[in-house]
């Protein structure tokens, strides 16, 4: 398992936390986790979740940052080196391909909605919604050409951190958009549980109902654990292939997995006091999040401040997670074709953004994606990845890479890798393809 030198490293263990906290932390940690929670059990969902993160989604992410680093090149690359190593057929690195495409298309349907999140940041700071109602800003995004523009403009962003590389790109990035992240949602968690119906939000989120717990429920948390530490994606095989190998692989996975969970409960927090205080609906999701709440915050004191910061910290959530989504197709195609990176860069990011620009004209073109990336390619390179590692790499191997956990430890990771995380994997992939 000797690993090749082609790929810079990260300059610290905090430039690479950052950045996988980065990749994990996204838009549907702002809404998604919060409105799942409160309507499924409350902290039942939340103890059922962090089990499902535990000995689901831990011991993959975990799996995935071994693979990326015993290779250090890109997920196809790392996967199939590492297959040929220990006498396993080379195909074996579709499963890094599949989880290349499953960000790639993701990418081009996140950026449009990134870009209107930018464009609402900036109009918030602005003032712009003070004299609007709830449900007034539909205009702003759901048509035009300004939605197109705003979605050019992120993406551009996005390529442009890209190019840069590792270090004057990725590392220059995260290293201080995600402590402003953190800064902003913990100022504004405290501005919304001062201001607005905190005992309402706390008996919402952290009550427990068990009553409300059923199998469905189970299903919703496993899921929810599964899609939001972004294994599947070929990110953290990506990332991992940067990382020093004196690191500790399973610590560090389990920074990366607390501090995503903690970030979706602490955005409830952040939104549902201002959401009970004016009465708006809670599961109005990813609506409610344009459409009540610009005009809702323009009301507050300070609202026009507060507002921007909160489309801000959106952003930022989707602005690092969006660079890996292109990074892991970049690295790939750099390597397979020996391009310089700009010219991998631009040609990707171009394509990326015709898909885009035609996912908003061509009929159910963005759900097909959005269905095909995360019901089939995410979960499918998960549950390969588990299988590999837990049933095709020997045991020795991952001992090896994983050497600074303890033999307990990587006993008990050897059980769930092989056991318990392809099964619940398969699970959710055969209920996201059959409804």
Known sequence: ??????????????????????????????????????????????????????????????????????????????????????????????????????????????????????????????????????????????GGVWPIVWFSVFLGITIAVVAGGLKNGVERLVTIAMPIFFLLLLALSIYSMSTGAAGRTIDYLFSPRFSEVTPQVVLAAMGQAFYSIAVGTASMITYGAYLDRKENIASSSGLIAGTDTMVAIVAGLMIFPVVFAFNLDPAAGMGLIFDALPPVFSGLPGGSLIGGAFFLLAFLAALTSSIIMLLVAVVFVEEWLQWPRMRVVITLGALAWVIGVAATVIPHLAENLDFLAGSVFLPLAAFLGAVFCGWVVPREVMRKELANSSDGAFAIWRVMIRFVAPVAVAVVMVLGLTG
Do not use: H
């Open 1 to 142: 398992m000797t690993a090749t030198t082609p790929t810079p490293q990260w300059s610290s263990r905090f430039a690479f936390l950052m950045a996988a906290v980065g990749a994990a932390v996204g838009l549907g940690n702002l809404w998604r986790f919060p409105f799942q929670t409160g309507a499924n059990g409350g902290s039942a969902f939340v103890i059922i979740y962090f089990v499902c993160v535990v000995f689901i989604a831990y011991p993959i992410l975990m799996a995935e940052i071994a693979m990326g680093r015993a290779k250090r090149k890109s997920a196809v690359g790392s996967v199939t080196a590492l297959a040929a190593d220990v006498g396993a057929p080379r195909l074996w690195g579709v499963l890094g391909l599949v989880g290349i495409l499953a960000s790639y298309f993701v990418l081009t349907t996140y950026s449009m909605i990134a870009g209107q999140i930018l464009s609402f940041s900036i109009m918030s700071f602005g003032g712009v919604f003070i004299d609007f109602q709830p449900g007034g800003t539909l205009p702003l995004y759901s």
